[in-house]
């Protein structure tokens, strides 16, 4: 990320901010995160203060007036992702060939697709609680259909499509459980950084 020079020829910030009265990603968490990632990243020591990929795509901050952009900070931490999930591949290929990470990759996806596989409607709990707020069935299952053509039929689909789904909103029994099928969506990004 290039920094631009400010007026008075100090770098500024590397996000683009959001309004003073607008929320954005707090400043500070963001900067910290991304100095520890920087630090791990160019640490001669792998296992000191180690970062993976799913923590990158774990990271959440605290919302902040004036904050970074958080378009521009998560596109930022995708790439950032892309890059660990290669790194962690390539580890493991160096440290036990090949054919483990073909068989991790495997294992993984077995999983994935017998979710895939399921009945659309079926494919995840329903939440119990009637008020509970829920995934519209509909909307998942489209993206379940998409998944099921990338993983078997060799469907070009980008990661990216997969990180920015967005469901419309369902209450309780009437649609799909928000953690579950965010967990599921997790493991496919893990997978798919992984294998791009």
């Not at 294992?107 to 596989?117: F, I």
Request: include cysteine; glycine fraction near 6%.
């Amino acid at each position: 990320m290039v920094r631009q020079k400010n007026d008075a020829g100090r770098a500024s910030a590397p996000f683009e901010r959001v309004g003073r009265r607008e929320h954005g990603y707090n400043v500070r968490q963001v900067d910290q995160f991304l100095a520890r990632a920087r630090e791990y990243y160019n640490a001669n020591d792998p296992d000191s203060g180690q970062i993976t990929s799913r923590d990158v795509r774990a990271m959440t901050f605290e919302p902040a007036r004036g904050g970074y952009d958080p378009r521009a900070v998560d596109s930022a931490l995708d790439r950032l992702e892309d890059v660990f999930a290669q790194r962690e591949r390539d580890a493991l290929i160096v440290a036990e060939g090949e054919q483990a990470w073909l068989a991790q990759i495997g294992r993984v996806s077995a999983v994935l697709r017998a979710r895939l596989h399921r009945e659309p409607g079926d494919r995840f709990r329903r939440p119990a609680k009637r008020n509970a707020t829920s995934y519209n069935v509909q909307d998942v299952d489209a993206l379940c259909s998409e998944l099921l053509a990338y993983f078997e039929n060799d469907q070009p689909l980008s990661v990216d499509i997969v990180r920015r789904s967005v469901f419309r909103e369902a209450k309780g029994p009437d649609g799909y459980e928000e953690t579950q099928v965010d967990a599921f969506l997790d493991r496919v990004v893990e997978l798919m950084a992984a294998i791009d």
